[in-house]
């Protein structure tokens, strides 16, 4: 995860928004920009105007990797503040995630990403939609990818990630039904990881065939 935008960039042009004021307020890990504005009702008449803070995070990249043959799933596990922050194990369960660098192809960083957490080499990725992350306060786009891996046996996985940035990942293996179970106990409480599985369920069959 290396992106961050050198400054907020200016909001797009809409037709139905005017910006009144656009100021970067914090400009730490990522920009926090001040935005004024107003924008047009679903009567057309001009709302007030109102101020929101925006984190700008640009867009993010998530990927399940999945071994048809064996019908497991690779998920991480890696320590983050703010679920510890929400009272909540800080320990999560995951898939590879990663941010994208301006100009950067989606599937280049899922590439990217499953090999720096996972040590897997992905030979074949599948879009699996694309959503906003957190749409009240944050621009991150997310994409998310199906990617065919060959998964080494359980227990032989490891832990991984880049030193530099002091990332620690570790690889847990897992048959597919397994994580579906995991998935339903809301054992798993992070938002890509439950889309890539509520995904792999609906077209698990169908990428057996079509991948196998």
């Given at each position: ?162 030193v ?27 938002a ?10 609906h077209?698990?069959a ?7």
């Open positions: 995860m290396k992106a961050r935008p050198a400054k907020a960039p200016p909001i797009p042009a809409h037709p139905g928004v005017t910006v009144l004021e656009d100021e970067v307020v914090w400009d730490g890990r990522f920009p926090l920009q001040r935005v004024r504005f107003t924008y047009t009702r679903f009567d057309g008449s001009q709302s007030g105007a109102l101020t929101w803070e925006l984190w700008r995070r640009h867009a993010g990249v998530a990927v399940l990797p999945y071994d048809p043959k064996a019908d497991a799933v690779a998920l991480i596990e890696q320590f983050r503040l703010p679920a510890l922050a929400a009272g909540l194990d800080p320990v999560m369960i995951e898939c590879p995630a990663g941010l994208r660098e301006i100009g950067e192809a989606p599937e280049d960083v899922a590439r990217r990403e499953t090999q720096e957490e996972t040590s897997l080499r992905p030979d074949r990725f599948e879009l699996i939609c694309r959503t906003m992350l957190m749409q009240g306060g944050c621009d991150e786009l997310m994409h998310y990818y199906a990617a065919r891996v060959h998964l080494p046996e359980p227990g032989k996985a490891g832990t991984h990630g880049l530099e940035e002091h990332e620690n990942t570790r690889v847990i293996i897992l048959p597919a039904e397994e994580a579906f179970a995991m998935l339903d106990a809301n054992r798993i409480m992070n890509t990881a439950m889309v890539c599985l509520w995904w792999l369920r077209h698990r169908r990428l057996r065939q079509e991948w196998a």
